[in-house]
Each structure stands twice: as structure tokens, then as C-alpha cells.
């Protein structure tokens, strides 16, 4: 695909993007969305800039404190995780094969701490694989000290253009 970020994306696996994680994130959701697939986004951006700024024809949620919708905005409180798995599962199970880009992880790390994030993340994982679909999640790296780095690395993907988990096959020639 032109050397697109969705390159060797498999369905039933969740990616986590940190080399310039949030552009490559949005453009590989895109490239899902392009081939007809069914998307969701989770994000701690309000849904209006989201949609400005990528693009985007699919429902957006907002991780905001403001459980008031306004003009038709969704919104997901961060200290309720099970809530947000409960969206995300629910999303997957009524489409099989979906893309749901999680936009916010460093937000919820710092309402809910580590831990429950770590462990919402993996059961969430687990639906993800059920369904065949895909979970993209940007982060920066900066923002996590590296065993938290190693606990993630541990539990998604990593894009292979990114490299860190990957070889190519010109590594070996």
C-alpha cells in the first residue's frame, strides 16, 4: 500500500504507535475506514477538532470530565474505565472486523493511575482478538518511564515500520 502506516496490520490485534504515534495512528484508521471498514474513536480531543483535523466520517467520543452532552457530543468520563471497555467491546461485538482508534491513554494513566489503565487495556485486548477487529492506540513515549514502556510494548503490537519488534527481510540479506 504505498508504505502506508497500515501496512501488515492483522485484524485481531491491538497496535500501539509511538514513533510520530498520533499521525500514524489517525492515518492507519483511515486506511482501515478506506477499505470499508466499520471505525470508532475514542479521544481525549474534542470530536469536532478530531474531525477537522483528520478527516473523519465515524462516530468520535470525547474523554472529558463533562458528563453534559452538547450538541450531540458523546462523552466518556476518564475515571470510568470498565465504561470505556464496555464501549469499546460493545462497538466490536456488533462489528466484527472494526477499527477503534483509542486516542488518550496518557490522560487516563494520570485520572486512574498505571494499574487499572494496564489492565483495562488487556481486557479490552482479549475482545479485540475475539472479534478480529483492530485497536489502534497513539502514545507518547515521553510521557511513561520504560517499564511502563516495556508493560505496553508487552501487550500491543508495534507497527512494523516502526521497527523495534520487527525485522524485515532485508535485515538478513
Same mark, same amino acid.
Given at each position: 500500500m504505498n508504505g502506508e502506516?497500515?501496512? &501488515? #496490520?492483522?485484524? &485481531?490485534s491491538s497496535y500501539l504507535f509511538t514513533d510520530k504515534g498520533v499521525e500514524r495512528a489517525y492515518a492507519a484508521f483511515k486506511s482501515l475506514m478506506a477499505e470499508g471498514k466499520r471505525g #470508532?474513536?475514542?479521544?481525549?480531543?474534542h470530536p469536532s477538532r478530531v474531525q477537522q483535523s483528520y478527516g473523519l466520517d465515524c462516530p468520535v467520543m470525547w474523554i472529558a470530565k463533562s458528563t453534559k452532552p452538547v450538541g450531540g457530543v458523546i462523552t466518556l468520563e476518564p475515571t470510568r474505565l470498565m465504561k470505556i471497555h464496555g464501549t469499546i467491546a460493545d462497538f466490536i461485538k456488533a462489528n466484527p472486523g472494526s477499527a477503534v482508534l483509542l486516542d488518550g491513554i496518557e490522560y487516563l494513566v494520570t485520572e486512574n493511575g498505571f494499574g487499572p489503565v494496564m489492565k483495562t487495556i488487556q481486557l479490552t485486548n482479549e475482545e479485540v482478538a475475539m472479534s478480529g477487529s %483492530? /485497536? /489502534?492506540?497513539?502514545? @507518547?513515549?515521553? $510521557? =511513561? @518511564?520504560?517499564?511502563? =514502556? &516495556?508493560?505496553?510494548?508487552?501487550? %500491543? $503490537?508495534l507497527p512494523s515500520d516502526q521497527g523495534r519488534l520487527y525485522s524485515t527481510p532485508d535485515d538478513h540479506a
Amino acid at each position: 500500500m504505498n508504505g502506508e502506516p497500515k501496512q &501488515g #496490520l492483522r485484524g &485481531g490485534s491491538s497496535y500501539l504507535f509511538t514513533d510520530k504515534g498520533v499521525e500514524r495512528a489517525y492515518a492507519a484508521f483511515k486506511s482501515l475506514m478506506a477499505e470499508g471498514k466499520r471505525g #470508532l474513536v475514542i479521544s481525549r480531543n474534542h470530536p469536532s477538532r478530531v474531525q477537522q483535523s483528520y478527516g473523519l466520517d465515524c462516530p468520535v467520543m470525547w474523554i472529558a470530565k463533562s458528563t453534559k452532552p452538547v450538541g450531540g457530543v458523546i462523552t466518556l468520563e476518564p475515571t470510568r474505565l470498565m465504561k470505556i471497555h464496555g464501549t469499546i467491546a460493545d462497538f466490536i461485538k456488533a462489528n466484527p472486523g472494526s477499527a477503534v482508534l483509542l486516542d488518550g491513554i496518557e490522560y487516563l494513566v494520570t485520572e486512574n493511575g498505571f494499574g487499572p489503565v494496564m489492565k483495562t487495556i488487556q481486557l479490552t485486548n482479549e475482545e479485540v482478538a475475539m472479534s478480529g477487529s %483492530f /485497536l /489502534l492506540v497513539p502514545i @507518547d513515549p515521553r $510521557t =511513561m @518511564d520504560s517499564q511502563q =514502556m &516495556g508493560y505496553l510494548e508487552r501487550e %500491543f $503490537t508495534l507497527p512494523s515500520d516502526q521497527g523495534r519488534l520487527y525485522s524485515t527481510p532485508d535485515d538478513h540479506a
